[in-house]
């Protein structure tokens, strides 16, 4: 994103060029520091038409209340066929894939969440409280001797990846790179364009031959029970299957993978908040809110499209226009928080909308929650003595505006 327009610049004016070397929304900025580039455009005003590197234009909430009011709006779409004809250029999906929640409005939201929200009731999470635990303490005894290793690569990312697959029934020998076809969607390589459709063919094979054998030989697990309801009751069409399981397993554990990152760095470039939580481990659950609040795994929630012209912070949003909500800005808000860039575990208040808010909340934030807290605990434990092995600002972040997440995470212990 290059240019904005002042808030109440008409709706349907272009945008106004501005001043090189000004831009509060430069690209890579927004990837090194989205909290002071959004911050920049909350502070300027609530609500901003930008033009993003693609050309196409679109519009920055800012604020807590806008854009928790605008995450639960019906007014604002998921469904991209409500986006103007040529205003969105999002990424491609084949309808295999493109059939999932993140593209659905109700009533087919709300048939298909209430099928797959089975699998994250507080009852349910809570019994996989333990098998967690154990598969955290394997992860970290295997790195335990050596005394150093990538957090990322060696705890943050294989943790949750397990999680899933055992919650969906995808047996140790079937797994295969869901982290590289992730990579390839959410932040692409620029000198391998061709990585995104490669990574969604692969994806399209592996889940087919998947389905196929829990059609064949059902289990007792998630998958499985989602076959059931589309193959007893046509509750969900083929491509829906297909979708709701690369959705389960994308979202299911990419946000994790970020939160734990993000969760570890914060802890370990506040020393006195660290030092707090070692004193007081049961304090965990709650230190995970202020985490997520102070730096979540996405700047932006996913976009949004009004079905009529709509007033947001007081300025009108045409119909089919895009619509990106900064959970980024809101959470460090100063009208919401005091302080808000202040890590502060002992914090009261965390009403963050850093997993969400409204019919689209993060499905999986149950799991996530308990997968971050046993995360830390375990890694508190288990890790006497860590701490970074790199120079904060030398560390790499995930070329990608709509992910907050690091590449790696080295430390020593």
Same mark, same amino acid.
């Given at each position: 994103?290059?240019?904005?327009? &002042?808030?109440?610049?008409?709706?349907?004016? %272009?945008?106004?060029?501005?001043?090189?070397?000004? =831009?509060?929304?430069?690209?890579?900025?927004?990837?090194?520091?989205?909290?002071?580039?959004?911050?920049?455009?909350?502070?300027?005003?609530?609500?901003?038409?930008?033009? *993003?590197?693609?050309?196409?234009?679109?519009?920055?909430?800012?604020?807590?209340?806008?854009?928790?009011?605008?995450?639960?709006? /019906?007014?604002? =779409?998921?469904?991209?066929?409500?986006?103007? &004809?040529?205003?969105?250029?999002?990424?491609?999906?084949?309808?295999?894939?493109?059939?999932?929640?993140?593209?659905?409005?109700?009533?087919?939201?709300?048939?298909?969440?209430?099928?797959? =929200?089975?699998?994250?009731?507080?009852?349910?999470?809570?019994?996989?409280?333990?098998?967690?635990?154990? !598969?955290?303490?394997?992860?970290?005894?295997?790195?335990?001797?050596?005394?150093?290793?990538?957090?990322?690569? %060696?705890y943050a990312a294989p943790l949750p990846?397990?999680?899933?697959?055992?919650?969906?029934?995808?047996?140790? @020998?079937?797994?295969?790179?869901?982290? @590289?076809?992730?990579?390839?969607?959410?932040?692409?390589?620029?000198?391998?364009?061709?990585? #995104?459709?490669?990574?969604? *063919?692969?994806?399209?094979?592996?889940?087919?031959?998947?389905?196929?054998?829990?059609?064949?030989?059902?289990?007792?697990?998630?998958?499985?029970?989602?076959?059931?309801?589309?193959?007893?009751?046509?509750? +969900?069409?083929?491509?829906?299957?297909?979708?709701?399981?690369?959705?389960?397993?994308?979202?299911?554990?990419?946000? !994790?993978?970020?939160?734990? *990152?993000?969760?570890?760095?914060?802890?370990?470039?506040?020393?006195?908040?660290?030092?707090?939580?070692?004193?007081?481990?049961?304090?965990?659950?709650?230190?995970?809110?202020?985490?997520?609040?102070?730096? @979540?795994?996405? /700047?932006?929630?996913?976009?949004?499209?009004?079905?009529?012209?709509?007033?947001?912070?007081?300025?009108?949003?045409? #119909? *089919?226009?895009?619509?990106?909500?900064?959970?980024?800005?809101?959470?460090?808000?100063? #009208?919401?928080?005091?302080?808000?860039?202040?890590?502060?575990?002992?914090?009261?208040?965390? #009403?963050?909308?850093?997993?969400?808010?409204?019919?689209?909340?993060?499905? @999986?934030? /149950?799991?996530?929650?308990?997968?971050?807290?046993?995360? +830390?605990?375990?890694? +508190? !434990?288990?890790?006497?003595?860590?701490?970074?092995?790199?120079d904060p600002a030398e560390l790499r972040?995930?070329? =990608?505006?709509?992910?907050?997440?690091?590449?790696?995470?080295?430390?020593?212990?």
């Amino acid at each position: 994103m290059a240019t904005s327009t &002042p808030p109440n610049a008409a709706p349907n004016a %272009a945008p106004d060029a501005t001043p090189p070397g000004r =831009s509060p929304v430069d690209p890579a900025e927004l990837i090194a520091d989205p909290y002071g580039a959004y911050g920049r455009l909350r502070e300027a005003g609530p609500v901003h038409r930008v033009t *993003g590197t693609d050309g196409r234009p679109a519009w920055v909430v800012t604020r807590y209340e806008d854009v928790r009011q605008a995450l639960g709006d /019906p007014l604002l =779409s998921l469904d991209k066929r409500n986006a103007l &004809p040529g205003n969105y250029s999002g990424f491609a999906l084949p309808p295999a894939l493109d059939a999932n929640l993140l593209n659905m409005d109700p009533p087919d939201h709300t048939r298909i969440r209430r099928l797959v =929200s089975q699998a994250f009731t507080p009852r349910r999470v809570a019994d996989l409280r333990e098998p967690v635990r154990r !598969t955290a303490a394997e992860l970290l005894d295997a790195v335990a001797p050596d005394g150093r290793a990538d957090l990322i690569a %060696a705890y943050a990312a294989p943790l949750p990846i397990r999680v899933i697959c055992d919650l969906l029934g995808v047996a140790p @020998g079937d797994r295969r790179d869901f982290r @590289g076809w992730t990579d390839a969607l959410v932040a692409p390589d620029p000198q391998r364009p061709s990585a #995104a459709k490669e990574a969604v *063919g692969a994806m399209l094979a592996y889940f087919g031959q998947l389905i196929a054998r829990k059609r064949a030989h059902p289990e007792d697990d998630l998958l499985s029970a989602m076959i059931a309801a589309r193959d007893d009751g046509d509750r +969900l069409s083929e491509d829906e299957l297909m979708s709701l399981t690369f959705l389960v397993l994308f979202a299911g554990y990419e946000n !994790t993978v970020q939160l734990i *990152g993000n969760a570890v760095l914060a802890l370990l470039t506040h020393p006195g908040q660290l030092a707090a939580l070692r004193a007081e481990p049961g304090r965990t659950a709650a230190a995970v809110e202020e985490l997520t609040r102070w730096d @979540g795994p996405a /700047p932006l929630a996913i976009r949004r499209f009004p079905l009529e012209d709509v007033t947001i912070g007081g300025v009108t949003v045409p #119909a *089919g226009e895009t619509v990106l909500l900064s959970l980024a800005a809101a959470n460090r808000d100063p #009208a919401r928080f005091p302080e808000p860039d202040r890590l502060d575990l002992g914090r009261s208040d965390t #009403a963050h909308l850093g997993l969400g808010h409204g019919i689209h909340y993060c499905l @999986g934030a /149950p799991l996530a929650r308990l997968e971050t807290e046993i995360a +830390l605990d375990e890694l +508190l !434990t288990r890790l006497p003595g860590l701490a970074l092995d790199a120079d904060p600002a030398e560390l790499r972040w995930r070329a =990608s505006m709509r992910t907050r997440g690091l590449i790696a995470l080295p430390v020593r212990f």
